[in-house]
């Protein structure tokens, strides 16, 4: 029971692996055990999360590319298992988004969020899962959204996205059973990250509203989806699959 969460001798890919959330569970696996690697497509983010996991003692490697670029994808896949076999974890928490009403959304933005959200995870899994699929064993961990079951003016796009993405997952999750692969999801609510940094200094108002919405009255910390993520990447989750962990203090069930 003591080594439940352990995850020792595992190998994490996370992806959108320069992002806030994506860093503390970064540290969190390594804590537990876990060589991990990271992916953006932001070098600037990757260096950031570099410096931050270094001065935590943990040495990363990384890779910069795009969620949505299939050759890319299939070369890192290539490159990690050739120095380190398939990934055991793989954590997704690339993602984008645009407040602003549909009648202000361009139809490249449109596509831009539907690329990253939705083709982007396909694109992603399919890579790795087969992979996984192919040596018997994996853990994959997408992240959501409060937004995908809550739905609201200025986030349709986003919404319908991480909407599609769950369904996804639960789909992926059935048909990748035979083969010992689980696929589950973290849905984070309202959390101070760059995603959310500058709309709110920029609307304190919306800041406090969302915090008072919130059962615990506080927005979401990344370190706050720490514990979802090594429950769902370690042996302790084995009997869970195609499950979302809503992480919001209740806000969703309010
Ligand atoms: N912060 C919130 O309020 C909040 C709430 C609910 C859900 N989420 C979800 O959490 C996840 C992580 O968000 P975060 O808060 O850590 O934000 P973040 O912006 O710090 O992290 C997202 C990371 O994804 C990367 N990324 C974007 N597009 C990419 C692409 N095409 N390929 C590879 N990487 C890409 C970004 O460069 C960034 O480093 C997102 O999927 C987001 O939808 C966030």
């Known amino acids: 029971m ?35 690697l990271l992916f953006d497509n932001s070098q600037q983010h990757l260096e ?5 996991l270094k001065s935590k003692g ?30 055991d974890i793989l954590f997704n928490s690339a ?13 490249e933005e449109w596509k831009n969020i539907v690329d990253i959200n939705f083709n982007g995870v396909y694109y992603l899994l399919k890579e790795f899962g087969l992979r996984m699929c192919k040596r018997g064993s994996g853990k994959i961990i997408q992240v959501l959204s409060t937004g995908a079951y809550r739905f609201g003016a200025n986030f349709v796009a986003y919404g319908a996205t991480k909407a599609g993405a769950s369904a996804l997952i639960k789909g992926l999750a059935i048909e990748w059973a035979p083969y010992n692969i689980h696929v589950n999801g973290i849905a984070p609510t309202a959390t101070e990250t760059n995603f959310t940094r500058d709309y709110y200094r920029e609307h304190p108002e919306k800041m406090e509203a969302t915090r008072n919405n919130h059962p615990y009255k506080r927005l979401g910390t990344p370190e706050d989806y720490v514990g979802a993520a090594i429950y769902l990447a370690s042996d302790a989750s084995d009997f869970v699959n195609g499950e979302v962990i809503v992480v919001d203090s209740g806000k969703t069930v309010k």
Request: overall charge negative; proline content about 2%.
């Open 2 to 36: 003591e080594n439940l969460f352990s995850l020792k001798g595992k190998v994490a890919l996370l992806a959108g692996g320069g992002g806030d959330i994506s860093i503390a569970v970064a540290e969190g696996f390594s804590e537990y055990g876990a060589k991990v």
């Open 48 to 52: 950031n999360a570099k410096k931050a």
């Open 58 to 87: 943990v040495e990363v490697d990384t890779w910069c590319g795009s969620i949505t670029d299939k050759v890319f994808l299939k070369s890192m896949a290539d490159e990690i298992e050739n120095r380190y076999g398939t990934p």
């Open 95 to 107: 993602g984008v988004t645009y407040r602003k009403p549909v009648s202000e959304l361009s139809d």
